[in-house]
């Protein structure tokens, strides 16, 4: 297995949000701020690294004609476990993500790699694509969430030690004092405008980067 080629897949040429267009659903719901993002990721991407080995663990035993109805199940209690686990330990994010961690279940993004990847690979690499794939969904919903809250109130990664604990309260930082922001960018709205410009963004950086590869590669070698 190329491991470095899956690595670079999940976080860039392959990415769940960039490349892929999947998962719009939470990305635009949960970004008003990178905290949430952040939280949304992190729990994302627990459940992509598991259902990912699980799944591959048990592909041979996996019927093909029930495969996808197993997969939701699984994927299923694993989405169940992490939500009891946020209400325990971090209640305050839960209350903040509420139902977006439920929906986890049908992220087609998880459905997807499991089907397309966990079942036919096996387990290390399995993994690691669930968790270069959860990494950069987070990275994903960390990017447009910290433009949102930029624009929209001056902050980064506000009440980071509330939602998520005190250890990550080196996190909040004000970058504008005083500033009043744009309430649209912290609405729905600013949300898919934020996203546009992101995967714009990204496909300009994209076409830079291919172009100076072909430069790269039709230099002639000097002696």
């Known amino acids: 297995m190329n491991y470095r080629r899956i690595s670079r ?6 990415n769940v949000v960039f490349a892929q267009m999947l ?32 799944i591959s663990a048990l592909r041979r035993f996996i019927s093909t004609e029930v495969r ?6 699984f994927i299923a209690t694993l989405v169940t476990l992490v939500d009891m686990s946020l209400n325990a330990w971090a209640h305050e994010l839960y209350k903040v ?10 992220n087609c993004a998880i ?6 990847f966990a079942s036919k690979n096996p387990v290390p690499a399995a993994a690691l694509d669930g968790l270069m794939m959860g990494l950069g969904f987070t990275l994903a919903l960390v990017a447009l969430g910290g433009v949102r809250e930029i624009l929209g109130s001056g902050t980064l990664f506000a009440q980071a030690s509330l939602l998520m604990g005190e250890s990550f309260g ?7 004092p005083g500033y009043r922001g744009y309430l649209l960018m912290i609405l729905p709205a600013g949300g898919f405008l934020a996203l546009g410009f992101l995967l714009a963004g990204k496909r300009v950086l ?18």
Do not use: H, K
């Not at 993500?97 to 049908?106: E, H, K, T, Y």
């Not at 994209?206 to 002696?223: E, G, I, K």
């Open 9 to 14: 897949d999940g976080l860039w040429d392959n």
């Open 23 to 54: 998962a719009l659903c939470p990305l635009l719901a949960v970004t008003s701020t990178a905290t949430n993002g952040l939280g949304m990721g992190l729990a994302s991407t627990a459940v992509m690294v598991a259902s990912n080995v699980l």
């Open 68 to 73: 996808i109805p197993v997969y939701i199940v």
């Open 97 to 106: 993500l509420g139902l977006f961690i439920a929906l986890i279940v049908v």
């Open 111 to 116: 459905l997807g790699r499991v089907e397309s």
């Open 170 to 176: 080196f996190l909040e930082t004000t970058l504008i």
């Open 206 to 223: 994209d076409r830079r980067l291919a172009d100076r590869s072909r430069r790269l590669v039709n230099q002639p070698a000097t002696a």
